[in-house]
C-alpha cells in the first residue's frame, strides 16, 4: 500500500461489482475489500478506511446496520460512508441518510459522479483534520458537543495547562490524568 494515498473500504457481496468498483479507485486510492457487512465492520476498525463504500443489501450484515455500527463507535464515526442500492425509492434514501450515511446512491450509478463524490468527501474530511490539527486553542463551545463531552474536553486542558511545560510529562502521565488507557 502506498502509504500516501488515502484507503477506501468497499463493502460489496457481488463479486463483479466489487471487482468493478476496485477498478474505478485503484489508481488514486489504497482499496481494501469485504464480500459482506460483518468483515466490512472488522476491515473498517482494524484499518481506519478514509472512506467507506458500501451496498446495501448483503448477507451477514446490511449496509444500513454497517453504518449505524460504524457511525456509533468514537473510532469510526468520522469515516463518510456512501450506501450503494437498487432501491430508489424515497423511502429507502430516507433510512439511509437515517443511518448516518454521508450519501446514498442508486444502482446503476454513474462512475464519474460516484469517482467525483469520493474525491470530495475525502477532501472535505481532511480540510477539517487539518483546520482543527492547527487550531492552538480548543474551545468546546465551537463544537457539537454533549455535556460528557464539554467535562472531559475542561479536564484534558486543565491537565494540558498544568503539566505541559514540565519536560518529564509524557504520554502515560497524561493518560493516567485524564482516566483514559495510553491507547485511546
Known sequence: MDSDL???LIVEDNDD???????IFEEHYN???????KIGVDLALEQIPD???????????????????????????????ILLTAKAGVESKFKGVDSGADDYITKPF??????LKVEKLIASR?????????ELVLLPKDLSVTNLDEKFLNKVEVVLERNLIEPSFNVTEFSDAVGMSRMQ
Not at 17 to 23: A, E, F, N
Not at 31 to 37: E, M, V
Not at 110 to 115: E, G, I, R
Request: without cysteine; charged residues 25%; aromatic residues 2%.
Open 31 to 37: 482499496i481494501i475489500s469485504a464480500p459482506n457487512g
Open 6 to 8: 488515502p484507503i477506501v
Open 51 to 81: 472512506l467507506i463504500i458500501s451496498d446495501v443489501m448483503m448477507p451477514e450484515k446490511d449496509g444500513i446496520s454497517l453504518t449505524e455500527e460504524l457511525k456509533n463507535d468514537e473510532r469510526t464515526a468520522h469515516i463518510p460512508i
Open 17 to 23: 461489482l466489487r471487482q468493478l468498483l476496485i477498478q
Open 110 to 115: 454513474n462512475k464519474k459522479l460516484l469517482a
Open 126 to 134: 481532511r480540510q477539517l483534520q487539518l483546520r482543527y490539527s492547527q
